[in-house]
């Protein structure tokens, strides 16, 4: 089994919601392998613990597990984001990704979309 962890300590917090989709082409290519995400922001949270490609999240740390793979967002060597592709497919290709496509999805809370809808309705 292959521990992997996406930081995203260097961007904000619709970026992170953008950098989810890569929970998912990893577990494409490599099912067994588990992802874990270190955000800088608690906010998106629970939109990626409801992520069922990411195994855990946590806020400026990690598991303290030996990780096999390690992807920094925007590190060093990456001051910024080319305005003329999708930010998506660049947080893909920051982390290996070989087949990388625009898509994202945002993961809600049924139960609490549920208890807004009828609380908006009344």
């Known amino acids: ?3 992997i962890l996406i930081r995203c ?6 970026d992170v919601i953008f950098c989810s989709s890569v929970a998912k082409k990893l577990k494409e290519k490599n099912p067994n392998c588990v992802v874990h ?4 922001y608690l906010q998106p949270i629970e939109l990626l613990i409801n992520n069922p490609h990411i195994d855990d ?10 990780y ?3 992807h920094n967002i925007m590190n060093d060597d990456v001051s910024t984001l080319n305005p003329y592709e999708s ?6 290709h920051m982390c290996g990704i070989e087949n990388l496509d625009d898509t994202f999805e945002v993961f809600t809370n049924p139960q609490l979309d549920y208890s807004i809808q009828r609380s908006m309705e009344e």
């Open 9 to 14: 300590r260097n961007i904000h917090i619709g």
């Open 1 to 3: 089994m292959t521990n």
């Open 57 to 66: 999240v946590f806020y400026k740390e990690d598991a303290n597990i030996d």
């Open 87 to 92: 930010t998506v497919s660049q947080f893909q």
């Open 37 to 40: 995400f270190d955000v800088n």
């Open 68 to 70: 096999d793979i390690i």
